[in-house]
């Protein structure tokens, strides 16, 4: 299994909302990160986790609110967010330390 | 910082067509990505690579680490081949990635 999986595929939010993106991996990768990408841009590193420990911020607004349940899981809280932050959100997954990186499908958020 | 090229930015092609897609980058590394992205999208990793070359079906990934130099290759492209392909480096810690612009293919039947 060399999945990463996201839901939702889709999610429209109002400004004044509270979502959550989610993410699993099975893989026992022990990093798991949180990119945006807008359109016709390359992703942009928001989060890192390494051990179900925050290692990297990347000065990302607190409107969005990163947990690490347990090893398996990564999700992405939302809440207040301008539409702006509509954008394409890849979860992702490496064994620390190495570079082979794998990435889910992507939650496409809209922001009305 | 590691600066990443990628030419050209777009290409078209038709099918059938060997296709080639170059991408530089300014600091030694240990390790390149090559990734793909369809239209609307997640991104699949196709290749990582650290040195000489890796084949996996119709595309081929070469890596010259002395010119600091990548190119994918996509022999007899077919429409669904039809995708953004960009090149990814390590970026100064262990889990940053720098990304090129990518470049965006379409394969015409």
């Known amino acids: 299994d060399t999945e990463v999986t996201q839901t939702p595929k889709h999610l429209v939010m109002g400004m004044t909302n509270k979502k959550s993106l989610k993410c699993e991996q099975h893989?026992?990768?022990?990093?798991m990160y949180w990119y945006k990408q807008k359109a016709k841009k390359p992703p942009e590193l928001m989060f890192v986790?390494?051990?179900?420990?925050?290692?990297i911020n990347e000065s990302v607004p607190s409107r969005f609110s990163p947990e690490c349940p347990n090893s398996s899981l990564l999700n992405l809280h939302l809440h207040a967010l301008q539409p702006e932050d509509s954008a394409l959100y890849l979860c992702?997954?490496?064994?620390?330390?190495?570079?082979?990186?794998?990435f889910g499908e992507g939650s496409w958020l809209t922001v009305v | 910082k590691n600066e990443v090229e990628q030419s050209p930015q777009n290409l078209t092609a038709q099918e059938g067509e060997f296709i080639t897609i170059n991408c530089s980058y300014s600091v030694g590394i240990s390790a390149l990505h090559w990734l793909q992205q369809h239209p609307g999208g997640g991104i699949v990793s196709l290749f990582m690579?650290?040195?000489g070359k890796k084949k996996h079906g119709r595309l081929i990934a070469t890596i010259n680490i002395q010119e600091k130099h990548s190119s994918l290759h996509i022999t007899a492209s077919h429409p669904r081949d039809s995708a953004v392909y960009i090149c990814?480096?390590?970026?100064?810690?262990?889990?940053?990635?720098?990304f090129g612009k990518g470049t965006l293919l379409t394969v015409n039947p």
């Open positions: 986790y390494s051990y179900e420990k925050l290692s």
């Open positions: 893989m026992g990768h022990r990093a």
């Open positions: 992702a997954s490496s064994q620390v330390g190495t570079y082979t990186i794998y």
């Open positions: 990814a480096v390590p970026g100064g810690s262990n889990y940053k990635l720098t």
């Open positions: 690579l650290s040195s």
